[in-house]
């Protein structure tokens, strides 16, 4: 572990005072991390800032701030974010706003705020939390945990894995000799999905013969990838979390093609309870 790690503590939209003492209580002589204060202020890191004609109307906080400063946020090894119900609407909008852009590794300092608002966060890209008050020694080996690759860069693709489906109705039956035969861990493709795919290419009707290989290939992924996800939510009745567990497929990655090709999972919920009533 690094002797001294960089912090940006950001000022987030009601905690500017609170955060400067409490940077001030946690000098680098004891807690070996260098503070910063981060304003999330456009206009502190605005390149030029011009004359004001007349009287500027307040505006509310900027939900758009931890985005315009992904770039900037990557001189630290972690971010410290203060959270507390005042500001809790503004932080969900402004991870959510972020997304991917913001690469710098993201602990919420948590006050009085709720068990699910938490984990909402969690899931919106805040890689950890704390509570408040903390403890420097526990805040000292969390950002340094944080500030690895391995446990950052390197999350998304070792934690995305789920383990494979296990569905009794997919259970092959007991052998001759009464061994249980074992279960492939990805399921099949059903055929019809992939003769409705294949289709395309057997009947070229209205296409072009200058089409290159590569966008025929796209086009023909596209089509199994939207007749795949379709199949799935039917046979699971518009249940996301069900479906992508029997592709074996993370939630995220299936709630992404969902959004690639504008589907909905709500139509295969109605259709499956109207069969059920």
């Given at each position: 572990?690094?002797?001294?790690?960089?912090?940006?503590?950001?000022l987030?939209?009601g905690?500017?005072?609170?955060?400067?003492?409490?940077?001030?209580?946690?000098p680098v002589g004891?807690?070996?991390?260098r503070?910063?204060l981060?304003?999330?202020n456009?206009q502190?890191?605005?390149?030029?800032?011009?004359?004001?004609?007349e009287?500027?109307?307040?505006?509310?906080?900027?939900?758009?701030a931890?985005g315009?400063?992904?770039?900037a946020?990557?001189?630290?090894?972690a971010?410290i974010l203060?959270?507390?119900?005042?500001?809790?609407?503004?932080?969900?909008?402004?991870?959510?706003?972020?997304?991917?852009?913001?690469?710098t590794?993201?602990?919420?300092?948590?006050?009085?705020?709720?068990a699910?608002?938490?984990?909402?966060?969690?899931?919106?890209?805040?890689?950890?939390?704390m509570?408040?008050?903390?403890?420097?020694?526990?805040?000292?080996v969390?950002?340094?945990?944080?500030a690895?690759?391995?446990s950052?860069?390197?999350?998304?693709q070792?934690?995305?894995r789920?383990?494979?489906?296990?569905?009794?109705a997919?259970?092959r039956?007991a052998a001759?000799d009464?061994?249980?035969?074992?279960v492939?861990s990805?399921?099949r493709v059903?055929?019809?999905?992939?003769?409705?795919?294949?289709?395309?290419?057997?009947?070229?009707h209205?296409r072009?013969?200058?089409e290159?290989?590569?966008?025929?290939?796209?086009?023909?992924?596209?089509g199994?990838?939207?007749?795949?996800?379709?199949?799935?939510l039917?046979?699971?009745?518009?249940?996301?979390?069900?479906?992508?567990?029997?592709?074996?497929?993370?939630r995220?990655?299936?709630?992404?093609?969902m959004?690639k090709?504008?589907?909905?999972a709500?139509?295969?919920?109605?259709?499956?309870?109207?069969?059920?009533?």
């Open positions: 572990m690094r002797d001294v790690l960089d912090c940006g503590v950001l987030a939209p905690q500017e005072g609170a955060m400067r003492d409490w940077v001030g209580r946690h004891k807690t070996r991390l503070l910063h981060v304003s999330l456009p502190r890191h605005a390149l030029a800032a011009p004359a004001p004609q009287p500027a109307t307040p505006e509310g906080p900027d939900v758009r931890l315009r400063l992904a770039v946020l990557k001189r630290y090894d971010c203060p959270v507390a119900p005042a500001s809790l609407a503004w932080t969900r909008m402004a991870l959510q706003q972020a997304g991917d852009a913001l690469s590794p993201v602990l919420l300092l948590v006050h009085d705020v709720k699910p608002a938490i984990e909402d966060l969690l899931s919106l890209g805040a890689r950890d939390f509570m408040q008050p903390v403890c420097q020694e526990t805040m000292r969390r950002l340094g945990r944080l690895k690759p391995a950052w860069r390197d999350a998304r070792a934690s995305l789920e383990p494979p489906a296990s569905y009794p997919t259970a039956p001759a009464g061994l249980w035969q074992p492939p990805r399921p059903a055929a019809d999905v992939v003769e409705q795919a294949l289709s395309h290419l057997r009947n070229p209205h072009s013969m200058q290159s290989f590569r966008t025929a290939k796209a086009r023909v992924v596209d199994f990838e939207r007749d795949y996800i379709r199949l799935a039917s046979r699971h009745g518009g249940n996301v979390a069900q479906a992508a567990r029997a592709c074996s497929k993370h995220r990655a299936f709630w992404a093609l959004r090709h504008g589907i909905e709500a139509p295969y919920r109605q259709a499956a309870q109207e069969r059920e009533d």
